[in-house]
């Protein structure tokens, strides 16, 4: 495959993200001369394979990826434009903003900067962790400085197809509000219902089903990172916040009425059509998500099958679905607490689930949805 | 299998919960007796084979279990004590104090009532969903009602366990904290989540990850059903969201604090540790879910892999992972936008994760993580 980029690259910070980018260009034969204040990260980072630690004799780089954490990304950024005068410098931090802030506040070169924001990562983190695939169909912001040089954008836009990833062009204000509300508003509310499950007793907690496990799986997140993250994006995130506490204002004051009353035709007018319109307004939400490749939300009809907790079952499982012609759109595998069963929910278009039940209740499977 | 519910059981309500009781019974053969307001409903749930349409000829009923809508079923279940004298009678509404309250403040014969909620449901609704498996492996609360009779416990208990569930003793107050924590609580955050997203533009909907996703996926709940089980449920829920709401103002303050400083050092004292604490308190939180078979939560090693998007790719992987020996714990498919590929993140126990990374290479499959 030919590729755009040009090299050398020099990647500045070789945690996952860092090394991810290394990897990918070295892939494609490009240079990549690798630099971190750890020298351990550095030398993880050379041994997986993301380039070669930058000595003093290297050629200037074409472009400069700074994959610092967030908080001090822009200091590497305006430095790196000062050592190297004709490279493009971009960054990988996930809050643009403050890092254009503060390079306008220090007379940075803006016009050799372009900001971006892969969104990808992974559970593990630093150069161990790194997997040339990382950004495999991934969006890619790219953050035009507002003075950016056509040719920036175009090398850093080069750097993002070359990765695998989907470039999207967008100014730091619009993708710092974008991920207030689809990752750190998330984030956040994931963090505060996990909060309230700490403190509660064990048969409390054994009643947690599929719904509380999804809502809370990220909160099991990094402190130190998001705080990060969340601080660096101060003003989007606390404008979201801001709504997300007014729409609760209003629930809470609704289920005060609703305590009060004797029954339902006796809570104060209002006060159950608040409650029924935050659900509604959660409704509209959800939907708007994209579905599968990108395109509008489906609705899958969901066929649900018992599968013995056993290894090679689910494989028999999917290679009759396979067998009965259909294609399989999303599989969730639900485990039932105390029984050495699973319950395997596959998704397929609404025209084939009767198709499906059909020719897996022939094959011997119990089917129960 | 030989059971121990005694008939015949009298069904009253014959949507999703009610019908699917009814067919878990007559699978062993027990007399189920059907009503329902809804001559629909109840002509479909005879002929999904959920029992007979009760008749004034009718053996009295030595069990009825009321599967009314949360706002009617105390008073459905105070008729039924009164029209059965002799039966035990149970109900399956997802919160249990009001029901108890309310049937006190009537005088019922608390000694033949016994509340209950077994922690199954479904996306769909209605009888034509109903399933005799529906309650496999989940947990079925049974509460007392403080002087319920130790015959009609058992009688509720037998119920349960016939029916595949797992019964978990618990009074009415108890019950409705734990839902509210784990259950009304999520499905509000969801929801709220979620209507966050409802103006976005389409291009910040497109940098929705696999986080909001988790989050938001339960937003989708029906708010008739969802504004009369919060109601029910109204005091309960109310405090769990009024501390969620203590931490919301917590990190809206801090994020007020950090948006005002020039940098990190300059935040106001505690504002981070603030935001940090929050985070954190989710990672503890989190962390008490029970994990898979009831035990406490284990951490997988997760193997991540390429699959071409078309029919039998992906059980032709779980078949490898099969052959490899290693038994799979998890699966989740992601699917990347715009790409006919997804990835298949394979959970096993971390000691077989480099064995199966070496196998699938070996059989030529891309493993990116």
């Known amino acids: 495959m030919s590729i755009a980029t040009r090299g050398p690259v020099r990647v500045v910070g070789t945690g996952l993200l860092g090394a991810s980018v290394g990897l990918g260009l070295r892939r494609h034969g490009v240079e990549v001369q690798l630099a971190d204040p750890s020298r351990t990260a550095l030398a993880l980072a050379r041994d997986v394979g993301a380039g070669t630690p930058a ?8 472009l400069v990826v700074v994959a610092a954490p967030p908080d001090v990304t822009a200091d590497v950024v305006r430095a790196e434009l000062v050592a190297h005068p004709t490279a493009v410098v971009t ?3 996930s809050v643009k903003g403050y890092v254009l ?18 969104m ?14 990382l950004f495999l169909g991934r969006p890619w912001v790219i953050a035009d400085s507002g003075v950016s040089h056509p040719d920036a954008v175009l090398a850093v836009r080069a750097l993002a197809v070359d990765l695998g990833a989907l470039p999207v062009a967008m100014d730091a204000a619009e993708h710092d509000a974008a991920v207030a509300s689809v990752s750190h508003l998330p984030q956040l509310a994931a963090s505060l219902v996990a909060a309230r499950l700490r403190d509660l007793d064990d048969a409390a907690l054994g009643l947690a089903g599929p719904g509380v496990r ?10 130190a990172l998001w705080t990060s993250i969340l601080a660096a994006n101060a003003l989007a995130v606390r404008s979201v916040l801001v709504e997300v506490r007014s729409d609760l204002d209003g629930v809470i004051a609704a289920l005060t009425d609703a305590a009060l009353a004797t029954g339902p035709e006796d809570v104060a007018p209002g006060a159950l059509s608040t409650i029924a319109r935050a659900i509604s307004a959660g409704n509209a939400g959800v939907a708007r ?6 395109g509008a939300q489906r609705a899958y009809s969901v066929v649900s099958v018992l599968v013995p907790d056993s290894p ?5 499982l999917l290679g009759d679905v396979g067998a009965a012609g259909v294609n399989l759109e ?15 929910e596959i998704s397929v278009l609404p025209g084939s689930a009767e198709h499906l039940h059909a020719e897996l209740t022939a094959r011997g499977w119990r089917v129960v949805r």
Chains 1, 2 share one sequence.
Do not use: C, N
Request: charged share 30%.
């Open 289 to 294: 998500i994209p579905g599968k490749h990108g």
């Open 214 to 223: 999804d809502v809370t799986r990220i909160a099991a997140s990094d402190p």
């Open 120 to 133: 990808a990562g992974r559970e593990r983190s630093g150069p161990s962790a790194a997997v040339p695939d």
């Open 101 to 118: 802030a503060e390079l306008r506040g220090a007379r940075a070169d803006l016009r050799r900067y372009v900001g971006s924001h892969p």
């Open 91 to 93: 960054d990988v931090a």
């Open 55 to 62: 000595g003093p004799d290297d050629p200037e780089p074409a």
């Open 312 to 316: 090679g079952e689910l494989a028999r």
């Open 330 to 344: 999303d599989l969730q595998i639900e485990h039932a607490a105390g029984r050495p069963v699973g319950v395997a």
